[in-house]
């Protein structure tokens, strides 16, 4: 059991969500606003997608992330932020012709995945850790060996600590690689992510056997979607690991009960707190992942 708990809120994501609740955060005042709000109330990490202002759709706009960056420096909390990289790994392809691309897609370059990594540099960032079949149709998400490899160097050089997203064993396989290749510090941070269709199911047994995978000397955090994230709050303390939360990942409180980010993480808290473990602050959380000076 982990009794040192960093508490992530996923602010916003990238998915069709904000038609589903008036709380999905969307502008870049919306964004940092939630925020900050998630923060006080005992977020130690806010992890932070930018959206597209007309079509509240995930965008890669560099000045979106610019502008939530210096509304949450501007407040009264500090907490530490985590940019995704993952944006421009989408291509859906045309089950008839599968060479040619359809309405969707958004597939770019490692290196212009980071653009805004590279402009802003944030504590965190992701590393998404492999490629995925995204939910039905022919959607994918692309992220090669060579993709990932590029992406970690980078990372590396530019001073900020890559999460490596897990959606499957075969992810963490890959991580491991990296890590053994030298290509990430200690302490490695690993996300694992459980129940996003087609990945790892929300299944505890799962989870200890990811858990069982990881280096000795790795932190990790993991999080299921929808009606399980709660439940994984208490898993993933009780398997020595960290916590995440947020409107990315879950839009409920309870059933029928839509909630914002910051009730989700003053729940998510008091789980923490009534398994006898206390969430870590933002400082500790550098302390414990080995943050550059802040």
Known sequence: MNRHVILTCAVTGAGDTAGRSEHVPVTPQQIADSAIDAARAGASIVHIHVRDPQT???????????????LI??????????????????????PQNPMQH???????????????????????????????????????????????????????????????????TGNVWFANVMYQEGLLDDPPFYQIC?????????????????????PKTAEFTAFAISRNQFEWVARSVLAG???????????????GVKATNAQLVQRAGEIIDSLGARVATPDETRELLGLRPH
């Open 241 to 255: 690991g960290h916590v995440r939360v947020g409107l990315e990942d879950n839009l409920y409180l309870s059933k």
């Open 194 to 214: 459980q129940g996003i269709p087609y990945g790892a199911p929300a299944d505890g047994a799962l989870l200890e056997a990811e858990v069982a995978m990881l």
């Open 73 to 94: 420096a501007a407040s009264d909390v500090d907490p530490v932020i985590n940019m995704t990289a993952g944006m421009g790994g989408d291509y859906v392809i045309d």
């Open 102 to 168: 359809v309405e969707g897609t958004d597939l770019v370059s490692q290196a212009t995945r980071l653009e805004h990594v590279e402009a802003l540099r944030p504590e965190i960032c992701t590393l998404d850790c492999g490629t995925l079949n995204f939910g039905e149709g022919s959607s994918t998400y692309i992220s090669t060996p060579d993709m990932m490899r590029e992406g970690a160097a980078r990372i590396r050089e530019l001073g900020v600590k890559p999460e490596l997203e897990c959606f499957d």
């Open 56 to 70: 509240t759709l995930g965008s890669r706009k560099t000045e979106y992330y610019a502008e939530v960056q210096r």
